[in-house]
């Protein structure tokens, strides 16, 4: 059974960065894309980052020059660097990673910014 479970998530002040992992168990057939989501109370679950199999990355026009997706494939793990963050980047943060025809999630973890 496929298990994702994300980490890194907590309390941070505006300005401040923080680490999100997202690490995979169990088997997973080809793994493809690597994504980061978001939602916000309220607010509808939105794409925050991707990144291919080959590492091609794109960005929510809201978070680009300010957040880094990387992989580390022989960990099946997806990283988000979120540098200079804002009070408006406050969500729950999911992981999804694609594996042949699934989708695999995690459960989400928690960023709260605010001063």
């Known amino acids: 059974q496929v298990q994702l479970v994300e980490s890194g998530g907590g309390l941070v002040q505006p300005g401040g960065s923080l680490r999100l992992s997202c690490a995979a168990s169990?088997?997973?057939?080809?793994?493809?894309?690597m994504d980061w989501y978001r939602q916000a109370p309220v607010k509808q679950r939105e794409l925050v980052a991707s990144i291919t199999a080959v590492g091609t990355t794109n960005y929510a026009d809201s978070v680009k020059g300010r957040f880094t997706i990387s992989r580390d494939n022989a960990k099946k793990t997806v990283y988000l660097q979120m540098n200079s963050l804002k009070p408006e980047d406050t969500a729950v943060y999911y992981c999804k990673i694609r594996g042949g025809l699934q989708n695999y999630w995690g459960k989400g973890t928690q960023v709260t910014v605010s001063s």
């Open positions: 169990g088997s997973i057939f080809s793994i493809g894309d």
